[in-house]
């Protein structure tokens, strides 16, 4: 497959040229015109056909939601990621209910950009490569465009020895099944080394995404279940 063609919307220059280098670090995307004004940006999804947009909302013509409801009215074939300084709640809040696909906050670290990325790629490829998909597979790809944050509500590096693609598996596993799991029957189901899975499900109970329960029995040391919240 070719390259992700991707439009920055952005009227510093200076952001605009960080912004680029960035997308232009990550494998798979290209970066195929920069525009200073909600109206050049509007002209170049229609003439350019980016795949993704990223767009700012402070723009010095037209405010960047207005650009993203004008790119739906007319229907141009682009999805839009939202990279802008503004925290407020009504604009984040519309945002969503105008189809961006993410929402990052400047300033914002190369790794959060990276990750929106990552998983927009495993969603487009896969839309691009399939004519039709199953509930399980909709929600892998659902689950891989979300970036795991850590107990402090910020995004993580994921520790040494750890790999983010199979600690979102092991996460989906427990979300599909709703039941409290031993890492013996996770590392059984996903085809993982028990010490292996146990690791990964410690570092989800960190970061909270699932609960620990001791299950005693008449004998031998408690075992450990857990359960996605």
Do not use: C
């Not at 739906?72 to 696909?101: C, H, M, S, W």
């Not at 910020?154 to 409290?180: F, H, M, S, W």
């Amino acid at each position: 497959m070719g390259k992700i063609g991707v439009l920055i919307v952005e009227d510093d220059p200076m952001v605009a040229e960080v912004n680029a280098g960035f997308v232009g670090a990550v494998p798979g995307f290209e970066v195929i015109g920069v525009a200073r004004t909600g109206k050049e940006a509007l002209d170049l999804v229609a003439s350019q056909g980016p795949a993704l947009t990223l767009l700012d909302v402070y723009l010095p013509d037209i405010h960047g939601l207005e650009v993203l409801l004008e790119i739906r009215r007319q229907k141009l074939p682009t999805d839009v990621l939202l990279v802008t300084a503004a925290q407020d709640v009504e604009t984040i809040q519309n945002a969503f209910r105008y189809g961006a696909v993410d929402y990052i906050v400047k300033p914002f670290k190369f790794g959060r950009l990276k990750a929106a990325l990552e998983g927009y790629a495993l969603l487009y490829n896969r839309l691009k490569s399939e004519k039709q998909l199953g509930q399980d597979e909709i929600d892998r790809l659902a689950l891989s465009r979300t970036p795991l944050l850590n107990a402090e509500g910020r995004e993580g590096e994921v520790p040494k020895g750890l790999n983010e693609v199979t600690l979102k598996q092991v996460l989906l596993y427990l979300i599909k099944d709703g039941g409290a799991l031993s890492a013996e029957e996770v590392a059984a189901a996903l085809g993982l080394a028990r010490v292996t899975a146990r690791r990964y499900l410690e570092y989800l109970a960190h970061l909270g995404k699932v609960s620990l329960e001791l299950q005693y029995g008449s004998v031998g040391r408690p075992v450990k279940r857990y359960k996605a919240v």
